[in-house]
């Protein structure tokens, strides 16, 4: 079983930028696969940025060029560095943790892009 907690979310105007971490903790094993979700009011919840053990990264189109994830491992921490952010960027931003069939997500942190 893995925990995942999220933080770093908040309240940010058009144009700035916001770093949401995400620790893990429980059984985690080599070679899996982190990634960030969003799910904004109203829509389905979607991929936003991925990073695989080896550090490769994959983004959504929507945000490529302006977030960048990354992993300490030594930590047990994502981390996604938000910029340049618009309001349709306003969503719940949730972790994930996959190895295999196994699956875990965070409980969400509330990002909100308003002047």
């Known amino acids: 079983q893995v925990q995942l907690v999220e933080s770093g979310g908040g309240l940010v105007q058009p144009g700035g930028s916001l770093r949401l971490s995400c620790a893990a903790s429980g059984s985690i094993f080599s070679g899996n696969v982190m990634a960030w979700y969003r799910q904004a009011p109203g829509k389905q919840r979607e991929l936003v940025a991925v990073?695989?053990?080896?550090?490769?990264?994959n983004y959504a189109d929507s945000v490529k060029g302006r977030f960048t994830i990354s992993r300490d491992n030594a930590k047990k921490t994502v981390y996604l560095q938000m910029n340049s952010l618009k309001p349709e960027d306003t969503a719940v931003y949730y972790c994930?943790?996959?190895?295999?069939?196994?699956?875990?997500w965070g409980q969400g942190t509330l990002v909100t892009v308003s002047s």
């Open positions: 990073i695989g053990s080896g550090g490769i990264t």
């Open positions: 994930h943790y996959q190895l295999g069939p196994l699956r875990s």
